[in-house]
């Protein structure tokens, strides 16, 4: 991928450039075996550091919290990292002003990870890009990251194949004239978690999508994790009913890791973040669980997965929200 240096804003700041923020995560996790991929932990160590946040939503004027609380919500998280759900709702206009992310990158936020709307075209994923690249531009010395789409099994229902190309499209369209040296391009895998409510959300459909994203149809695009339009990045997801780890929930096909090890099973260089874990419901020591996933998943995947952002800041829905006692427990990672 090109190397672009960004020219730094004064004399004494360094320069940053795409090579820096991705690291040597490439070259550790190539020499994994598919042993150590499905096999046991391996001890998280200073060699593979993790980024801690958050999910921030915008809410609405009828279920939302002050603006400050979130922002207090945050720092009390010790964070390096959160995604914001910038098009949340209306995939035309931001949801943060300028003002509002200055506060939330003020409590220690080294990388900003930006969400899409749900399912956008490259034409959609164009215009809300534009509205960005100004803050973006403006801070040469965070990193970005320019999350494409979310669960696409979830928001764009029996139709694998147009969200593989929506994504694809839109990193060949777009990135040869929107790409910035601290922005990386990233896609969000399918959900792959359980939800038995009958809606159709199954690990069939996870599955499916998956083996969309990731087959190269011969129509140039080429394949998710390894065609001439892969992304810097991919994202994942990760959810359990009572514990963060391997085989939680029975394992099989309510694995918290499912996703995590479809993409290592196909490519275990590219970079990946996970943008939503939780757990659901309350528990009084949930806060903890979250610090033990997060110090433990970057050794096990050998810093193939850097950063990771829990779900989420109120107003996320009551079984996932992280309110004062969570968020102090969460601040306990190393």
Not at 69 to 79: A, E, I, S, T
Not at 126 to 154: C, K, S
Not at 231 to 259: F, I, Q, W
Not at 282 to 294: A, E, I, P, Q
Request: proline fraction near 7%; glycine fraction near 12%; charge should be negative.
């Amino acid at each position: 991928m090109p190397d672009h240096t960004v020219t730094p804003s004064s004399p004494d700041r360094p320069e940053l450039s795409r090579r820096r923020f991705l690291g040597g995560v490439g070259a550790s996790a190539a020499a994994l075996t598919v042993g150590s991929v499905f096999g046991g932990a391996e001890p998280a160590s200073a060699a593979y550091p993790m980024k801690w946040g958050v999910v921030v939503s915008p809410g609405t004027p009828t279920n939302n919290i002050e603006f400050s609380r979130k922002v207090d919500l945050l720092r009390r998280l010790r964070p390096q990292t959160a995604r914001i759900s910038m098009f949340w709702g209306d995939p035309w206009n931001r949801q943060f002003s300028d003002a509002q992310l200055e506060q939330l990158r003020g409590t220690g936020l080294t990388e900003m990870i930006i969400q899409s709307s749900e399912d956008p075209d490259p034409n959609l994923a164009r215009h809300q890009l534009n509205l960005m690249l100004p803050y973006i531009d403006a801070h040469p010395n965070t990193l970005f990251v320019w999350e494409l789409g979310n669960e696409p099994d979830w928001h764009q229902p029996n139709n694998p194949w147009l969200a593989r190309w929506n994504r694809l499209a839109a990193i060949r369209n777009n990135k040869p004239v929107q790409d910035r040296g601290n922005l990386l391009w990233a896609v969000n895998m399918p959900a792959g978690r359980w939800n038995g409510d009958g809606s159709g959300f199954t690990f069939g459909t996870s599955g499916q999508y998956f083996d969309a994203f990731v087959r190269d149809t011969g129509d140039g695009l080429g394949g998710m994790l390894g065609g001439p339009y892969q992304p810097d990045v991919v994202t994942v997801h990760c959810y359990s009913s009572s514990y963060l780890v391997r085989g939680a929930d029975g394992g099989g096909e309510r694995n918290p890791y499912k996703m995590i090890d479809y993409v290592r099973g196909w490519n275990r260089s590219i970079s990946m973040k996970i943008t939503e874990a939780g757990i659901d419901g309350h528990k009084s020591d949930r806060g903890y669980r979250y610090v033990n996933f997060g110090s433990s998943v970057a050794g096990e995947t050998g810093g193939q997965i850097d950063s990771v952002c829990f779900y989420g800041l109120p107003p996320a829905e009551r079984e996932y929200g992280i309110w004062e006692g969570e968020a102090n427990q969460i601040g306990t990672h190393p």
